[in-house]
C-alpha cells in the first residue's frame, strides 16, 4: 500500500513524502513538473521507501481516476491520500476575473473533491485522508479566490468525516500559516504591493510566523498516525491566529 500525495514535487508535498519515507510507500502526484517529481521519488527511494511520479490535473476527474487506478495497481492499494495540491492567484476584488477565480476553486476546492472521490474505494478501516488547508480559510486573508476555496475544504473535509468515519476512514486538514516557499512569496509580493490593503496587521506577522514545509509535514504524519484524531481542521501558524 501506499500514500497518495497530489502536488507533491514541490513545497509542503515534497516535505511530507521525504517525511514518510521512512515507513511508507509514495505516490508523488504533479501537474506539469515531471524533472522535479522524479527528483522527489529518487529521494524517498534513497530513505528506503518505494515511490512513483504520477502525472495528473486535479482538476480533470478523468486524469484523476487514472491516476487513482495506477496507483493502486502498482502497489495494491492506499493507504492514506494528502490532497495537498493548490494554487494562488491573488487579486483584488475588482481585478479578480472569472478564469483566475475558477482555476483558484477548481484546483484547491473541486481538486481535493475528485481526488478524494477517486480513492474513497481504496480506503478502509484504519486508514485516513488529510487536506492540505490555510490560515486563508479561517481568516479570509489573502484574496477572496484563495480563502473561498480554503474555506470550502475546510467544510468539504468534516462532510467526508462524517461520511467516511462510519468505515474507519479518519479525515482531517492541517490549515498553516505562512510557509516557506514559492506560493508564499507571491503572496508576500501581492500584498506588499497593495501596501497590505485590509490586510495590515499581517504585514508585522509574517517574518514572526513563516514556517518551513517540514514543520506542516510532521503535523501532516502526526494526522496519518493518530487514530483518535477525526473531523478536526489542526493549525500550523505558530500563534498567528489562535482560535
Known sequence: ????ITGASRGIGRATALELATDRDVVVNHRDSGDEADAVVEEVRERGAEAVALRADV???TAVEAMIAEAVDRFGDLEAVVNNAGITRPARLAEMDDERWHEVL?????????????????????????????I???????????????????GLTRALARELGPDGVRVNAVAPGPVEGEMNDAIVE???????????DVGTLLPEYTCSPEEVAHTI???????????EIVNVNGGMQLQ
Do not use: I
Request: aromatic share 8%; glycine share 14%; charged share 15%.
Open 106 to 134: 477548481e484546483t484547491n476546492l473541486t481538486g481535493a473533491f475528485h481526488v478524494s472521490r477517486a480513492a474513497a474505494p481504496h480506503l478502509s478501516d484504519g486508514d485516513a485522508l488529510v487536506n492540505v488547508s490555510s
Open 1 to 4: 500500500m501506499a500514500v497518495l
Open 221 to 231: 504524519e502526526y494526522l496519518l498516525d493518530n487514530g483518535f484524531v477525526h473531523g
Open 59 to 61: 482538476r480533470d476527474p
Open 190 to 200: 501581492f500584498l506588499e504591493a497593495e501596501g497590505f490593503h485590509g490586510h495590515e
Open 136 to 154: 486563508g480559510g479561517t481568516g479570509g486573508t489573502v484574496d477572496v479566490a484563495y480563502a473561498a476555496s480554503k474555506a470550502g475544504l475546510h
